[in-house]
Structure formats: structure tokens, C-alpha cells
């Protein structure tokens, strides 16, 4: 009796494990097309060609276009094969243990220049495709708002610890970070003006301590 138990028990393991890999497949497929032809010319067909499955194992597994695209994201923006919320990552924990203002905008700059490099061209391929694509467009302004709402946060934080000039508002402080922090303007430096990442990590903590800081 424990054996049978014991044998269905790793079945069902083992079969999760395979379901989990074969998904990571469809979005490691997605997302080197989306990067490479953009999104409107990525096909839930190509995908499914590109991981080696059928197009129904991708609609089973992740879904449709603007669901994988939104996963893809999810997991740009938490570098790991999961979605992980704001208050989880570890950057987010270290800028709230850090006192120092200064410090905690050097903690945020160097985790931006990590997502930037794995978020950076789907989130533009993203952006382009949803001014004529509906469902591109409704993911696009979710994670452009949640995005938005984590700038006014990290503000919130920089006020907190005395950081913030006193003649910022939360808002005009928080939409001043989010405009130097998008990933449009990362491509524009990284690859339209050759910056090295280390570059861009260097100008955009030193951009925000003069914008921001007393």
C-alpha cells in the first residue's frame, strides 16, 4: 500500500516537473521571437514550432499571445521563472533596510540595469505592437501602471529616510524616476549610443541623486 502511494507520489512529480519544463520552453521559444521579429510577427504557431510542441500545449500551458507576452515580462522584471511581487525581491528588501537615500537610489540604479537587459526588448517590442493590437495594448498600460506605482513607492522610501528635495511632490518626483528608468530610454543609450550597462547604471544613479536628493 505505501509503495503504490510512494510510486503515484512521484508520478505526479514527475510529471509537474515535466509540465513546468515544457512551459519554460514556450516562453524561452516566445521569447527569443518577440525579440527578434517583435511581437505582431510572433504567432502562437511559431512558438509552439520554435519549443517543439503543439499549439494546443502552449494555449494548455500558458495561454494566449498577450498572456505568454505578460509572462515573459513577469519574469524579465523578477529574473527568476516566476512572477515575484515588488515587496519579495530582493533589491526592494535591501533599499528598505538601507538608511542612506544616496545608497538606497545606487541599490535601485544597479537593479534597473539588470532588468532592463532581460526586459528591455520585449517590453519595447510590447509598446510598439500596442498601438494597433487591443490585447498588446490592455497588458502594455497594466504593467506601465504597476510600474508607475512602484516609482511612487521607491519615492515614498527616499522621503522616508530625508532623501527627497522638499520642493518635489511624491508624484512629480516618482514620474521624474519613472521617465529616466524606462526601458525605451536603456535601448536608446545601450544600443542606439553604445553606453556599456556599467555606464548607464553609473549616469542613472548620479541623474537621480541631482534631480531628487536636498
Do not use: C
Not at 517583435?38 to 498577450?66: H, N, Q
Amino acid at each position: 500500500m505505501d509503495d503504490r502511494v510512494k510510486k503515484r507520489s512521484y508520478d505526479v512529480a514527475a510529471r509537474q516537473a515535466q509540465s513546468a519544463a515544457t512551459r519554460q520552453r514556450i516562453i524561452d521559444a516566445a521569447r527569443e521571437l518577440i525579440s527578434d521579429g517583435g511581437y505582431r510577427a510572433t504567432t502562437i504557431a511559431a512558438v509552439a514550432a520554435r519549443a517543439d510542441v503543439s499549439v494546443d500545449t502552449v494555449y494548455t500551458l500558458v495561454g494566449r499571445k498577450p498572456v505568454l507576452v505578460a509572462e515573459l515580462i513577469e519574469q524579465a522584471i523578477s529574473g527568476t521563472d516566476h512572477a515575484v511581487t515588488a515587496e519579495d525581491r530582493d533589491y526592494v528588501k535591501a533599499i528598505r533596510a538601507e538608511p542612506d537615500a544616496a545608497r538606497k537610489i545606487g541599490i535601485y540604479a544597479h537593479a534597473m540595469r539588470e532588468t532592463h537587459a532581460r526586459l528591455a526588448p520585449i517590453f519595447v517590442a510590447l509598446r510598439d505592437a500596442s498601438s494597433t493590437d487591443a490585447d498588446a495594448r490592455d497588458v502594455w498600460k497594466r504593467i506601465s501602471d504597476r510600474r508607475a506605482a512602484n516609482m511612487r513607492q521607491f519615492v515614498r522610501d527616499l522621503r522616508a529616510a530625508g532623501g527627497l528635495r522638499h520642493d518635489l511632490s511624491i508624484n512629480d518626483a516618482a514620474d521624474t524616476v519613472w521617465a529616466t528608468n524606462s526601458p525605451e530610454l536603456y535601448v536608446m543609450l545601450t544600443v542606439e549610443r553604445r553606453w556599456s550597462p556599467q555606464h548607464y547604471e553609473d549616469w542613472l544613479a548620479d541623474t537621480w541623486r541631482r534631480l531628487l536628493l536636498p
